[in-house]
DNA sequence: GCGACAG
DNA sequence: ATCTTGTCGC
């Protein structure tokens, strides 16, 4: 598929900031809230600079792979929380664009809106693509929320600013919540209701479960 | 001002 | 992210 060039590359943590303060103007919060091809993207790290991306294509009704593509890359950005999208931007790029087929929503491991400046990884990566996508955290970052109930599907805003930015979501029982927030082009409740369909077993949505074993055993 | 801070 | 054992539970 095809991806928006990625230039020029930020060579300074203001530099990162403003390109990120502009792209942030093209975000859209809202979209379709069906899909039939659903892409989960993840990155394994292996030492100081080496980094595997990958990218597994799984049809939204049978959850069944249909294409799995991985890149070799480099850490392209020093790690700083809030800029962290650039240090996998530009494997990610390279694995999406060897895709064949183009999915139809991105699920993306880390944050979308709910970032500092409101344009995390899914934001970025759903402004590149043009694609719907969504964000799902694994600890907190920014905002505030209340511990959601017990129960699977329930979940509590993450405020942020005076305004909602994500969700605390329990996709399990007994497990603790994941974050989920909008990249580009999807409502909040649409991006609720897809995680939690593609949780159905486990903590994590399908999806990035088969993008991070497909990383880490490539 | 200080600490905390997606992966 | 990654370095790492045993342990609890389905």
């Known amino acids: 598929m095809h991806v928006e060039q990625l230039h020029p ?20 919060l809202d979209g379709p809230s069906a899909f039939e091809l659903i892409a989960g993207l993840d990155v394994h790290y ?3 600079d080496a980094l595997t991306a990958a990218v597994v294509v799984l049809d939204a009704g049978t959850l069944e792979p249909v294409e799995q593509v991985v890149a070799q890359g480099e850490a392209a950005f020093p790690y700083v929380p809030g800029l962290f999208a650039f240090r996998e931007l ?10 064949k087929t183009t999915p139809d929503l991105l699920v993306c491991d880390g944050y979308g809106l709910a970032h500092p400046r409101g344009f995390g990884l899914a934001c970025h990566l759903g402004v590149l693509t043009g694609l719907p996508s969504l964000g799902v955290g694994k600890t907190p970052f920014v905002g505030t929320h209340e511990p959601p109930g017990d129960e699977r599907g329930s979940w509590t805003p993450i405020v942020h600013e005076g305004a909602t930015v994500g969700r605390a979501l329990r ?13 580009h082009r999807i409502a909040l409740d649409v991006a609720t209701e897809q995680v939690l369909r593609l949780a159905a077993r486990y903590r994590l949505p399908e999806p990035i479960r088969h993008a991070d074993h497909l990383a880490r055993h490539p």
């Open 90 to 99: 530009p494997a990610l790029v390279t694995a999406l664009e060897r895709l």
């Open 171 to 183: 996709t399990q029982r007994g497990v603790k919540p994941v974050y989920v927030s909008q990249g």
């Open 9 to 28: 590359w930020p060579s300074s943590v203001p530099e990162a900031e403003a390109l990120q303060d502009r792209l942030r103007s093209r975000v859209e």
């Open 46 to 48: 292996r030492g100081d």
